[in-house]
């Protein structure tokens, strides 16, 4: 590999690194190697015991000779502890310096849990050195080497004099414990061990800073354009602000994703990353989620509520035509009386079985004709929308499943949706020529009047 030649599966050996032995981690291990690849940081919102410091680890251990640091945060926590004790010889020579070696200031990627309880004096170190990546140690500003870091917290800070930090990370994703689905596999899980890194899931630091100058000549696509200016109605009409710095950091993230995997251009897939950059809220990440999903992966619900009624009412049509008494004139009511009569309990004779299929009512071939007509035209419809939408699916999963930084949790999802519509769609045809062949076997009078039967009513969609 060259630093100008990656694709999307370069990281795939590092994705599957960041995961390897965890449930449900595959969204905040593509936001946490992202993060690292941008220089960007990154807020893993959820309870403890969720793997947020493993994963923060193990983005230390993907980057050949990086320096870890991490702490639990606490209000009784001091500067001492983050940025290192002061130099008492530097003290002796009347300078207030501090001793950062092995500590946040000299540390490539770091972890900070329960973030936002620091005291005020650490969060404003914190905020210049997470936005500036400068370290005031004395009289001296110092350049720091800090890559990526990691906050946690249990929730979303609601005291305003912490927002400003807050929006230091670009990315903030929420982390849950496994669901029900996964929990039989937690509990027969192998505890993930260190272990060595594999050569080939190691980042290339040439790599990564071929990909920076890469990544600001990727122009946006057109369908990405359009799904930002969406994205931007969206956050309008839910009342979210998302400030401008924010959109611009978003599209900068979303051109360095497009350039790691080689794309001419940012694409509408790339948006994947919209919830965990826009949403303000662990709340309002589901509906930056559905606006990505049922935009680009098509899943939003159709309607085929009228369709249905369609199929119904031929149903109920042919039932009715089915125990329609004989005519009149003919006796086989009489005859069908008498069979049963005559036939014990529990016993269907072979008089009975054939007095009962000449009580039923006879159709003229024009009638019959005429119904078979009226459900061809319905099932020509159900199967050109069924068609149309299993060639949407084939598009759809085709992009997605090329797309190598979509998590793999959404694909399957996505996979789901276009199933289940497909399946009901081919449910709903397959019902509807079981009815067609219904009224095809109607029982036939070649005498009788030949008029065609009104059309079987029923509200179009």
């Known amino acids: 590999m060259t630093s100008e030649h990656t694709t999307g599966a370069t990281w795939a050996p590092m994705l599957d690194e960041l995961e390897r032995g965890l449930l449900q981690r595959d969204v905040a291990a593509r936001a946490l190697l992202l993060a690292a690849l941008a220089g960007e940081h990154v807020l893993l919102l959820g309870p403890p ?247 680009v992966a098509r899943t939003a619900p159709i309607s085929v509520q009228g369709l249905e009624r369609a199929v119904q009412a031929f149903e109920q049509q042919l039932d009715t035509e089915r125990r329609a008494p004989p005519d009149a004139q003919d006796d086989s009511a009489g005859k069908l009386a008498l069979a049963r009569a005559i036939s014990r309990p529990g016993e269907e004779s072979e008089m009975l079985r054939i007095t009962s299929e000449r009580a039923q009512r006879r159709y003229s071939p024009v009638h019959i004709e005429a119904r078979v007509a009226q459900c061809d035209e319905l099932l020509e419809r159900l199967m050109a929308l069924h068609g149309e939408w299993l060639a949407v699916a084939r598009e759809v999963l085709a992009q997605a499943r090329a797309h190598a930084w979509l998590p793999p949790s959404w694909l399957l999802q996505i996979e789901a949706v276009h199933a289940e519509r497909g399946g009901h769609l081919a449910s709903l045809c397959a019902q509807h020529q079981s009815t067609r062949n219904g009224f095809a076997a109607l029982p036939v009078e070649v005498d009788a009047a030949a008029h065609a039967p009104a059309p079987v009513p029923w509200e179009s969609p």
Request: aromatic share 8%; proline share 7%.
């Open 49 to 295: 015991g969720t793997a947020k410091s493993e994963l923060a680890r193990r983005l230390q251990r993907l980057l050949p000779g990086a320096h870890y640091f991490e702490r639990l945060l606490t209000r009784f926590t001091v500067p001492e502890e983050l940025f290192g004790p002061l130099s008492l010889r530097a003290l002796e020579e009347d300078r207030y310096e501090r001793l950062t070696e092995g500590y946040l200031p000299s540390a490539e990627v770091a972890f900070l849990d329960e973030v936002f309880k620091a005291n005020s004096a650490i969060l404003n170190t914190l905020l210049g050195l997470l936005h500036e990546r400068q370290f005031d140690n004395g009289s001296q500003r110092l350049p720091v080497p800090l890559v990526c870091l990691v906050g946690a917290s249990n929730e979303v800070p609601q005291d305003e004099s912490l927002h400003a930090f807050y929006d230091r990370f670009l990315l903030r994703v929420p982390v849950q414990p496994v669901d029900d689905a996964h929990f039989t596999a937690l509990l027969l899980a192998d505890a993930p061990g260190a272990g060595d890194t594999p050569a080939n899931a190691l980042i290339d630091p040439a790599v990564v800073e071929a990909l920076r100058e890469r990544a600001p000549r990727v122009p946006l696509g057109e369908a990405a354009l359009a799904l930002l200016l969406q994205a931007r109605q969206h956050a309008s009409e839910s009342g979210q602000t998302v400030s401008d710095r924010r959109w611009r950091q978003l599209v900068a993230l979303l051109q360095l994703q497009a350039a790691s995997r080689q794309a001419s251009e940012v694409g509408p897939w790339d948006l994947w990353l919209l919830p965990f950059v826009l949403a303000a809220d662990p709340a309002q990440v589901p509906g930056w989620t559905g606006l990505f999903l049922h935009s």
